[in-house]
């Protein structure tokens, strides 16, 4: 019986998660689609889909060097004082030296991380910063933020990749 029900869980998990790809995809195809409505149906996705506190996603201004925070999910308004934010320094920018998302165990600590009083304020404790790489060039970021450290072990990062790079996929092509 309990092989079953995992059987039966496991499933639904996977149809949950092909179920997200699809509306991205037909999102991603819909005429007129702006890059902040792919952001907001992705920030929310990301709370449902890896369990999370609060995700937020930003887009990478290379003129200006700064990341702009386009969507955000599970956060106070206040969030949006921190709208800008420059790429020199932070936490993205290692995740694109190390061509890989970072996990922050504690972003309350960690010196990169530039508002610890916000994230104590939303009760933010450690951190998964995904960049968002298209052929090479630096499309922007998504971070997923969760309450208690010890659960970052527990996200299916394979999957968060992969819906991650059908994000900026489908960041890429649509209108501003």
Not at 88 to 97: D, F, P, R, T, Y
Request: aromatic share 10%; hydrophobic share 40%.
């Amino acid at each position: 019986f309990v092989k079953i029900h995992d059987a039966y869980r496991e499933m639904g998990k996977q149809r949950r998660y092909i179920d997200y790809m699809s509306e991205l995809i037909t999102y991603a195809d819909t005429p007129g689609i702006t890059k902040k409505s792919i952001a907001t149906f992705v920030a929310n996705a990301l709370i449902m889909i890896a369990k999370v506190n609060a995700s937020t996603v930003r887009i990478y201004d290379k003129k200006e060097d700064k990341l702009n925070l386009i969507a955000y999910s599970g956060l106070s308004e206040d969030w949006m004082n921190k709208k800008q934010m420059p790429y020199k320094g932070s936490l993205v920018e290692v995740a694109v030296e190390q061509k890989s998302p970072l996990k922050v165990f504690d972003i309350i600590t960690s010196s990169q991380y530039n508002s610890p009083a916000l994230a104590r304020k939303n009760n933010l404790r450690s951190a998964l910063v995904i960049p968002l790489i298209y052929q090479g060039e630096l499309l922007g970021s998504i971070s997923l933020y969760l309450s208690h450290e010890g659960n970052l072990n527990l996200l299916d990062d394979d999957f968060i990749s992969i819906f991650s790079s059908q994000a900026c996929l489908a960041m890429k092509v649509a209108q501003e």
